[in-house]
């Protein structure tokens, strides 16, 4: 018999999820961003869902081939754009959509022969300082771009650093707005915190990513609550024994927690191994029978402990969410000292995967 861990995906909350998008920035075309396999979804498994969109953005070239051949005919934009020259024969082939941030890469379409001219991103750093051309620069890089004759269609792209804090984008959107000004070119700059609070940013693609799955960016629950975003990933298990403590006795690995009193405890089949943070201390919220509670003392690789204190009617076979519908992954990622995204892409693949449209 299979251990009773599972993650359910809910198919539904998708389109829901992409329509509050759409409200949002009604003005804007969608790219649904689905890197790191669809944020540990599994991009085979959730991508018809979002079908509606009208791109997908991502990273990985041997995803976007896999949309491709799966039969999507859409826009497919490649996030940090080819890594070697010899790439392009991929991305002409199945008619990707390439970031631009360095000089080689220009070098290298203007070399490569290609059985039609390729849209671009050129991507401008204006605050950032990953990748991107300098702000000041763009002007020239852009005349350089559309003198390209492997290049068509050219968009400007930026990432906000601080668009779901008390920083937010002012300055960023501010210089690269004054550096682009004189360029006849659509605009793609908000993420998904510019999405949802900065609509000054919208232009005419957004790329959101996190809120898809129905998670903040900015990593608070409350920050959400009344967007209507759903969740999209349910992580379930079960009690799979009680112990009953007398004060002082120690609880898993180094004795972490220690009972203060006598108290009765769960046992729950879920573990780092199967992508939950090890590092998620006492008091990291759980859902058991319907109550919420906490964990106790250090998660094990296939193991983890729950309070019980405050639902005495669990027992052995009780469900436990650990992070869904019921328990917010942010609030367990919060709890963490991590953030929502890393524990979807955590997702161990020993997890059985269920789908609930």
Not at 86 to 100: E, K
Not at 113 to 128: H, I, T
């Amino acid at each position: 018999m299979p251990r009773p861990i599972s993650a359910t995906l809910h198919l539904s909350a998708f389109d829901n999820n992409l329509n509050v998008i759409r409200n949002c920035a009604p003005q804007s075309k969608v790219w649904s961003v689905v890197k790191a396999n669809a944020y540990g979804h599994g991009l085979s498994r959730i991508w018809e869902s979002l079908s509606a969109t009208d791109g997908f953005a991502l990273l990985d070239l041997n995803e976007a081939i896999l949309l491709r051949e799966k039969g999507w005919k859409g826009p497919i934009l490649l996030l940090e754009g080819f890594f070697q020259p010899q790439d392009l024969t991929l991305l002409d082939h199945y008619r990707l959509t390439t970031t631009i941030h360095s000089d080689w890469q220009l070098e290298a379409i203007q070399r490569a022969r290609l059985s039609a001219p390729l849209n671009v991103y050129l991507k401008l750093n204006s605050g950032m300082n990953r990748l991107g051309f300098p702000v000041r620069q763009a002007e020239t890089v852009w005349q350089w771009a559309k003198s390209i004759a492997n290049i068509d269609q050219i968009t400007l792209m930026t990432h906000f650093a601080n668009a779901d804090n008390p920083t937010g984008v002012a300055q960023q959107f501010n210089d690269v707005s004054d550096a682009s000004a004189n360029i006849p070119a659509p605009r793609s700059f908000a993420n998904s915190a510019a999405t949802l609070w900065h609509s000054q940013t919208h232009g005419d693609w957004v790329r959101p990513g996190i809120i898809l799955y129905g998670a903040s960016p900015s990593g608070r629950t409350a920050d959400i609550a009344d967007t209507g975003l759903q969740p999209t990933m349910s992580l379930c298990s079960e009690i799979i024994a009680v112990q009953d403590l007398s004060k002082g006795h120690g609880v898993g690995y180094g004795s972490r927690y220690q009972a203060s009193d006598a108290q009765r405890i769960g046992v729950v089949a879920c573990g780092y191994a199967d992508g939950y943070p090890r590092h998620a201390p006492t008091g990291t919220p759980a859902w058991v029978e319907g109550v919420l509670t906490r964990t106790l003392g250090t998660i094990s690789m296939d193991m983890m402990m729950v309070d019980l204190t405050p639902c005495p009617q669990a027992v052995t076979g009780s469900k436990v969410e650990l992070w869904g519908r019921n328990l917010p992954i942010d609030d367990v990622a919060a709890a963490a000292g991590t953030v929502g995204y890393e524990l979807m892409c955590a997702l161990a693949t020993r997890v059985p995967v269920k789908i609930e449209n």
